[in-house]
């Protein structure tokens, strides 16, 4: 009866060392920061200029350090050959610009872990120029495309749109 006992609990053992094995990924520690927002501006500028700029703001909120993970915003797929990179906040984000299915997808990828400490904020910009992006309707009527809400893949708490145009603009929808 002993004997039957101990390999009982052998076996009770294995079966739970085996499991910890196939679901240890499940045991991972999440160390991305949330995204406190998301920050979506188009400025059109005198004689059409378009610039796009995106901010996303993560906070560390966790008592050791966060990894920010590669970003990726996805656009409407005209958007495609009439934007432009023209400005990243941090050199330390590998750039790449594609289309997948229905959108025009921006991906920046680390070229390393990129920490930042417990209770830290951490801003990651990417500015757009974009080309095209305006038509004339009449002497006095231009129609614009504007990118009013992208997608990202991150969760965010808020997402900002903000649209500025130039000063005597009316803006119809």
Known sequence: MRYKKTGLASI??????????FVGGSFAIDQTPTVKEFVHTVEVKDYGL?????????????????????????????FYDK?????VSDSR??????????????????KDVVQIDSGVEYNFT??????EFFSFKSSNTIQFILPIYPSINIDSSVLLSNIM????VVLST
């Open 12 to 21: 009770i053992l294995i079966i739970l060392l085996s499991s910890m094995l």
């Open 50 to 78: 378009t610039v796009l700029t995106d901010t996303i703001s993560f906070y560390n909120s966790m008592p050791s350090k966060a990894i920010i993970p590669s970003i990726v915003i996805k656009y409407p797929r005209e």
């Open 83 to 87: 934007m432009f990179l023209a400005e």
């Open 93 to 110: 984000f590998n750039p790449s610009l594609s289309i997948e299915e229905n959108f025009t997808v921006v991906k920046f990828v680390p």
């Open 126 to 131: 990417a500015r757009f120029l974009l080309k």
């Open 165 to 168: 145009v130039p000063y005597g």
